[in-house]
């Protein structure tokens, strides 16, 4: 007789990956559970990630826009005042309303929370907290926690060395903050502190800020930062930090090895990467192995090499992004309902929510050169878009790759205030094949941000129309 399990399905973590695989289950008729050690549902992207970093974003965004100068250029004079309290209060307040959404969610779609670490005892038995579940299939969505840097302590409660959550968190505004690592939590968070008056130095180990990005966008991004106040120490790796008081003292040299300096701060916000979660888990009781990153490895269908236990989100390679997580989370689902889920790795848009925002998609330049394509690019100047113009955001652009032979887009990127926005339309010209052509020749509304997309495929054609 076929064995029998309290679920069909269990998934492990709650994150935008496990708690869209356990909904996209629940609603193909199979019995699901969903296991988080938090005590709230949605994962490092709504707890302490995506969402109150983009509360805190966009507050700060409306405070700098008062305080330096760009509200006045426009005929509004406003001296603002910080409330740090109520500042926080919303970033709480969208957290909170977010996670509860998923709550109801869950309610909604009869999928049942249990709330608990869980370790793996057998392939189909899990340990939750006290309680013992079986499923046929169990989903690794553990996710991924911040990076430590060896030397460095973060204590998220004293505010002096933090990490991401704690930088959310400052009580406030730090007279000056470090940053190690400029990658995306550096960028958006220093962006942060930086609009709120604090003086933000960034020390990146690499030559250049934004690794994985197109290389004239990574210029270009710095150049804006740097116009913005934020100072960058690039080639620079932060050796050790001793802390007295209030007061950081961080150890630097140059990555290509030199003379050591120090740098104080009444801040440091440790961002080198992200790691993911396999600890205590217990992988070894179901003969699972990470490979050298830590990650699980899974096929296509986001199967285990074990029977009955598939993997999805940060935990697997890949981007470490929430949206990416989530589509794998509905195709898991559907391949354990016997469905064909089907999740396009080479169209995964990342975004930047600094201000001008920064995103892509498909190839970068040099990554579609090493892929044997002969290219012609063309960038088009946000300077020369009329909105953008308009609305005093001269500054960024947007450039697209295209095959040189057959014209097909193989990357698109972009700076702008909305470029977050607009790169969904190139994420679908490339999931359809599109060609810059057929950019070209579609109609966009007048007068949008977009139409810097449309220019610049014309400009892959050779004939632009506003430069
Ligand atoms: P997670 O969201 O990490 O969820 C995993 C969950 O599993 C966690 O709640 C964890 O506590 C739980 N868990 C782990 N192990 C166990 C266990 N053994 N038992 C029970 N529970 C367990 N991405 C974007 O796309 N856009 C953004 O704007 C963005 N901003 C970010 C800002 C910050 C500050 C950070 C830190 C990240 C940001 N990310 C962003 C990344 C995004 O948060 C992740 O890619 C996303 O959350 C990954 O989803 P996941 O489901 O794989 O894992
Ligand atoms: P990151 O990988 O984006 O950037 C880390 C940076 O630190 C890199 O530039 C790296 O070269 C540098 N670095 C590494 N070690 C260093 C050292 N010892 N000294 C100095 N610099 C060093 O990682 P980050 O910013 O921590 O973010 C983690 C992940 O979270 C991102 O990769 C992304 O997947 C996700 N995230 C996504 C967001 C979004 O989509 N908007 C926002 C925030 C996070």
Redesign the pocket.
């Known amino acids: 007789a076929e064995q029998t399990y309290d679920y069909d399905v269990l998934v492990?973590?709650?994150?935008?990956?496990?708690y869209v695989a356990a909904i996209r289950a629940a609603q193909l008729g199979l019995k699901v559970a969903c296991?988080?050690?938090?005590e709230t549902l949605g994962?490092?992207?709504l707890n302490?990630?995506?969402i109150p970093?983009?509360a805190m974003l966009h507050a700060s965004e409306y405070y700098d826009a008062a305080a330096n100068g760009a509200m006045e250029a426009m005929g509004i004079e406003v001296t603002p005042r910080l409330n740090m309290e109520k500042l926080h209060g919303q970033r709480i307040e969208a957290v909170d309303s977010l996670t509860k959404g998923i709550a109801f969610l869950f309610k909604k779609n009869k999928v049942e929370w249990k709330k608990?670490?869980?370790?793996f005892q057998d392939p189909h038995t899990v340990k939750v907290g006290d309680e013992t579940v079986t499923a046929k299939n169990v989903v690794i969505?553990?996710?991924?926690s911040v990076t430590p840097l060896p030397g460095i302590e973060v204590d998220n409660s004293r505010f002096v060395v933090v990490d991401?959550t704690g930088a959310l968190e400052l009580p406030k505004v730090p007279g000056h903050m470090v940053v190690i690592g400029a990658g995306v939590?550096g960028l958006?968070?220093g962006s942060v502190w930086r609009r709120l008056g604090a003086k933000v130095t960034c020390v990146e180990y690499l030559d250049e800020i934004l690794p994985g990005m197109d290389e004239d966008i990574r210029k270009e991004a710095r150049k804006i930062f740097k116009k913005q106040g934020i100072e960058f120490r690039l080639g620079t790796k932060v050796t050790g930090c001793t802390v007295a008081g209030d007061t950081a003292t961080l150890a630097m040299e140059p990555a290509a090895g030199g003379a050591a300096e120090t740098l104080d701060a009444d801040c440091v916000l440790v961002s080198i990467g992200?790691k993911p979660?396999t600890d205590?888990?217990g992988l070894e009781a179901i003969g699972l192995d990470v490979n050298k990153r830590g990650q699980v490895e899974t096929d296509h269908e986001f199967r285990t090499k074990v029977d009955g236990v598939w993997a999805?989100?940060?935990?697997i390679p890949g981007p470490?992004?929430?949206?990416k997580?989530e589509d794998e989370g509905i195709a898991v689902a559907e391949n354990i309902a016997g469905q064909t889920g089907i999740v396009n790795h080479d169209v995964i848009p990342s975004?930047v929510?600094t201000w001008p925002e920064i995103a892509g998609v498909g190839l970068t330049e040099a990554q579609a050169k090493d892929a044997g394509h002969t290219v012609k690019t063309s960038k088009f100047p946000m300077m020369a878009n009329s909105r953008a113009k308009t609305n005093h955001e001269p500054d960024g652009l947007v450039k697209i790759i295209a095959d040189a032979e057959t014209d097909r887009v193989l990357g698109v990127w972009a700076i702008a205030s909305v470029a977050g926005t607009m790169i969904a339309e190139a994420a679908l010209a490339l999931e359809f094949g599109a060609t810059s052509e057929d950019i070209a020749y579609t109609c966009h509304a007048h007068p949008t941000h977009s139409e810097a997309m449309k220019e610049a495929a014309m400009g892959v054609q050779g004939k632009p129309i506003h430069i």
């Open positions: 492990i973590g709650a994150g935008p990956g496990g296991a988080d050690s938090r994962g490092t992207c302490v990630g995506c970093s983009k608990g670490h869980a370790t969505a553990t996710g991924s991401s939590i958006e968070l992200r979660n205590k888990l999805i989100g940060d935990v470490m992004l929430a949206h997580a975004v929510y």
